[in-house]
């Protein structure tokens, strides 16, 4: 059984910061990738930042600049680090791990239960 949990979400003006955190627990064996996305009201899930175990990062185009998503490995954390925040931010914010919960076992995605991000202009 794996948990996701996040946290760091909330209300915050125009042009403000906010750090969500997500804590990935459980039977974990690996962690491959481990990301945010979003969800606005009456719209599509959609990608916001991913990070993968070798380093590499990925970002959708709406969040370039300002964005920077972060891992703690030791900890099976990601952070993401969200500033000069814009009304359009507004949604949900869910992370996403993709990971193995044994040696031999295939790679699943796994999600937590998500964040209300709330811009106000």
């Known amino acids: 059984q794996v948990q996701l949990v996040e946290s760091g979400g909330g209300l915050v003006q125009a042009g403000g910061s906010l750090r969500l955190s997500c804590v990935a627990s459980?039977?974990?064996?690996?962690?491959?990738?481990m990301g945010w996305y979003r969800q606005a009201p009456g719209k599509q899930r959609e990608l916001v930042a991913t990070?993968?175990?070798?380093?590499?990062?990925n970002y959708a185009e709406a969040g370039k600049g300002r964005f920077t998503i972060s891992r703690d490995d030791a900890r099976n954390t990601v952070f993401l680090q969200m500033n000069s925040l814009k009304p359009e931010d507004t949604a949900v914010y869910y992370c996403?791990?993709?990971?193995?919960?044994?040696?031999?076992?295939?790679?699943?995605?796994?999600w937590g239960q998500g964040t209300q991000v709330t811009v106000s202009s």
């Open positions: 996403d791990a993709i990971l193995k919960t044994g040696q031999l076992s295939p790679t699943y995605q796994y």
């Open positions: 459980g039977t974990i064996f690996s962690v491959i990738e």
């Open positions: 990070a993968h175990v070798g380093g590499n990062t």
